[in-house]
């Protein structure tokens, strides 16, 4: 299996408002920017919606691309899903979650093959810090990726997912 962890982490990730954003088609945008549930999305125009965890574990050493967005945190949760549509991988998602944010949400590693948008949008002391995407390159074909800096009750958490299919983007976003 391809190494997706590996694009995340190599990725030459921009903020949301760089030039470069406005040279893609709107519904790329709209998904690279949406500020709701992706599973959601992907539920309205895919249908059910399967996520199969590839890895969960505790890791000390993060790419540089990552240490950046937590400065003074050194073990981190690191939890790589892929979410399928009818046995077809559409989204690989990497989290990464300081230790002191999984003390104050254990559930988190007992969300087996639920989605972690379920859990993160029900909170209501959640705060997107940063949102940045990436155009990977080395795959069949353009492929981009999106990730967020999110806060709960001030505990920062990595949120980055790797749009596999390109049909996506050819559907609207709706809400």
Aim: proline share 3%; net charge neutral.
């Amino acid at each position: 299996m391809h190494n997706y962890s590996k694009d995340l982490q190599e990725a030459n990730w921009l903020f949301s408002d760089n030039i470069k954003m406005q040279q893609l088609s709107q519904n790329e945008q709209k998904w690279l920017l949406l500020s709701s549930s992706l599973t959601k999305q992907l539920r309205v125009h895919f249908g059910p919606v399967e996520v199969r965890v590839l890895s969960e574990c505790w890791l000390t050493n993060l790419a540089e691309s990552e240490k950046c967005l937590f400065w003074g945190y050194e073990r981190f949760w690191c939890r790589e899903v892929l979410l399928h549509i009818q046995n077809k991988p559409l989204i690989f998602a990497r989290t990464l979650m300081p230790e002191g944010f999984l003390l104050q949400h254990l559930e988190l590693q007992r969300l087996g093959n639920r989605a972690l948008g379920e859990w993160l949008f029900s909170q209501q002391n959640r705060v997107r810090k940063i949102l940045q995407w990436a155009k990977i390159d080395g795959l069949q074909h353009d492929t981009y990726a999106r990730r967020a800096l999110v806060e709960v009750n001030t505990y920062p958490m990595m949120v980055a997912e790797l749009f596999l299919e390109p049909q996506i983007f050819t559907e609207e976003v709706h809400g």
